[in-house]
């Protein structure tokens, strides 16, 4: 495994399923080869957007597998999915997404502590777990919503970049306090944190993160690459961009990810638009419209930008 997790882009990538409610493989490469061409850093393979609460352990073992073997270090892939409360299926969940050969083994933060327990419990089973993962397996952390939104604090960051392991963080906090704090607290690690919040990214890139790992980079991502390569040099078109892209952002409020599949197809990627965390019905007419005007917009930015 690599010792480093690229900058850029990191889309949080979905799970198209076939009819039968399978995973659908020849439609997940090429949604794999969408994202490349769109310039994106890395994949997170396995994750909230992936349905990972609704795929059996096999499933997610599988996807970790696939993506890995078909990326072919053009970029890198990290993978989460463990979703169990209990402690020993954690590790055993862990270290089967560890054998996948995925470049990171990201850990969920609400998964090391129940919503009302302390910081020091969640220390405490931080380092009891990191005892049961290979030591040369580089980890990431992802404060996942679902289900509940634990929000991992600087000091606790700092812990973990500390013993050298840890080399990503999802950061969900939507804060650019919080984030200032925490990109103090891991000043001079390995330990990369990316923007999961399309309203903030460009504040919090001035501020240092490594870029941005979200929802929208199912929709738009070479929008955010752009924005990630050339906000330095053409900071009043990023500004203009960023507003954007905070704006359109509110789309995440549909019937996610049901809405980022119909994206994706409007793409002529092909993929159904079925979910097992979200009923597709709920998806109507004027959702749809509104994503098609989405599209619409994102085009249009593009060809501003790029040509």
Not at 251 to 280: C, F, H, M, T
Not at 296 to 306: A, P, T, V
């Amino acid at each position: 495994m690599s010792k480093s997790i690229p900058d850029g882009v990191w889309p949080t990538m979905v799970t198209p399923f076939t009819d039968e409610n399978k995973i659908d493989y020849e439609g997940l490469e090429r949604m794999i080869e969408w994202y490349l061409e769109k310039g994106v850093a890395g994949l997170f393979a396995v994750c909230q957007s992936s349905e990972m609460f609704y795929l059996s352990l096999e499933e997610r073992v599988e996807l970790a597998s696939f993506v890995r073997e078909k990326v072919k270090d053009r970029v890198a892939v990290i993978a989460s999915g463990h979703i169990s409360d209990n402690f020993q299926d954690q590790v055993k969940e862990l270290n089967l997404i560890a054998e996948t050969g995925v470049d990171a083994v990201v850990l969920i933060t609400n998964r090391l502590a129940g919503m009302e327990e302390s910081d020091d419990i969640w220390r405490k089973n931080m380092e009891e777990l990191l005892k049961h993962i290979p030591e040369d397996v580089c980890l990431g952390l992802y404060e996942c919503p679902y289900p509940y939104k634990r929000i991992i604090s600087p000091e606790q960051l700092k812990f973990c970049a500390e013993t050298g392991r840890f080399f990503f963080l999802k950061d969900t906090s939507c804060d650019v306090d919080n984030i200032r704090n925490k990109l103090e607290a891991v000043r001079g690690s390995n330990l990369k944190i990316f923007n999961a919040n399309a309203a903030t990214l460009l504040e919090t890139l001035k501020l240092g993160v490594a870029g941005y790992s979200g929802v929208m980079a199912n929709f738009h991502p070479e929008l955010y690459v752009w924005l990630f390569e050339h906000w330095r040099e053409r900071y009043e078109q990023a500004e203009k961009l960023s507003n954007f892209l905070g704006v359109a952002s509110l789309i995440e409020r549909q019937v996610y990810p049901v809405n980022a599949k119909y994206y994706l197809n409007l793409e002529g990627l092909g993929i159904n638009i079925n979910s097992r965390s979200r009923d597709y019905r709920e998806f109507s007419k004027a959702n749809r419209m509104e994503v098609e005007q989405l599209r619409k917009l994102s085009i249009e930015y593009r060809e501003k930008l790029f040509y």
